[in-house]
């Protein structure tokens, strides 16, 4: 089959059997399968004629493989842009704040770390612990305050 939502799920065995092997040690393989996944995920997002709920899709798993890469600022932009089609769902809220972090600690000192540290500090704040367990929202906020984000004392 050649659907959309078939690439998709073709993609998502690439990024599973690239874990698999790196599990297994074997790195360039899994970076092979991630580079397919990925490949496949450009092609369906280049497509006009996509589906909202399909392109959700390419790009909720552009941003895990991202992640996994430590590529945060492609993880950013996958996590956004999957949001416009989902902006209620807690665990793309929690993954995209965790990429913000991510791109706050590579980027350098100035406006855009601040608009960084500042949106990625909001999605924490407003996500319950099922989406971002305790751990790691403290994890996420010491990051955070490491990069110059520490939050202003709350006044009562």
Do not use: N, Y
């Not at 493989?65 to 929690?94: C, N, Q």
Request: charged share 35%.
């Amino acid at each position: 089959p050649s659907t959309a939502r078939f690439r998709v799920l073709e993609a998502e065995l690439h990024f599973a059997e690239a874990e698999r092997l790196r599990a297994a040690g074997d790195e360039v393989a899994a970076l092979l399968e991630e580079h397919a996944s990925i490949r496949g995920l450009e092609v369906l997002d280049a497509l006009p004629a996509l589906s909202s709920r399909t392109r959700m899709s390419v790009h909720r798993l552009a941003g895990w493989i991202h992640t996994k890469r430590r590529d945060w600022p492609k993880a950013e932009v996958g996590f956004r842009r999957a949001r416009e089609f989902d902006p209620e769902s807690p665990v793309l809220a929690g993954a995209h704040a965790q990429a913000l972090v991510g791109c706050a600690e590579e980027e350098r000192a100035g406006v855009e770390r601040v608009r960084l540290i500042t949106e990625a500090r909001a999605l924490l704040e407003e996500l319950d612990e099922v989406a971002v367990p305790e751990e790691m929202r403290a994890d996420l906020m010491r990051r955070l305050a490491l990069v110059g984000g520490a939050p202003e004392p709350k006044s009562d």
